[in-house]
């Protein structure tokens, strides 16, 4: 029943959690370093929530409709991205972050299959 509210919302539903199982992979390094990178990868649960079309109630979804929600971010001396995409009629998730701070990198990956939770 509730993954059929994930496709059943509407546009202008602006509030929404999901629950998502999926894999999430890390990958660390230095970007001056070669071969410093590390990656680690496993299956992990994930909740996601938004509110007024706002990831974290705060990060703004560009794109809001009954089959796809995206929302991206970044900071304009590429230091942080952001990118999270919902596909609401496959009910699956991509969620990316990387982050460059001192040289050091980290890029999180995460893939899962959602579902709508009701508080």
């Keep these: 029943m509730s993954v ?3 496709a059943s919302c509407t546009s202008g539903d ?3 959690t999901l629950k998502c199982l999926g894999s999430k992979h890390e990958l660390h390094g230095l ?3 070669p071969r410093s990178t590390t990656s680690r990868a ?5 909740t996601f ?4 079309q706002k990831f974290k109630g705060e990060y ?3 794109q809001w409709t009954e089959s796809l929600i995206r ?3 970044s900071l304009p001396d590429g230091s942080f991205y952001q ?3 919902v596909d609401r009629v496959k009910h699956e998730l991509k969620h990316q972050v990387y982050k460059n701070e001192h040289g050091a990198v980290e890029e999180t990956v995460f893939d899962g299959t959602c579902e709508t939770t009701h508080p």
């Design 14 to 16: 602006g509030d929404l």
């Design 71 to 73: 929302c991206e971010t």
């Design 60 to 62: 703004a979804c560009q």
């Design 83 to 85: 990118l999270l995409k």
């Design 31 to 33: 970007s001056d370093v």
């Design 49 to 52: 929530s938004f509110t007024g």
């Design 42 to 46: 496993r299956d992990t649960h994930r």
């Design 4 to 6: 059929l509210a994930l």
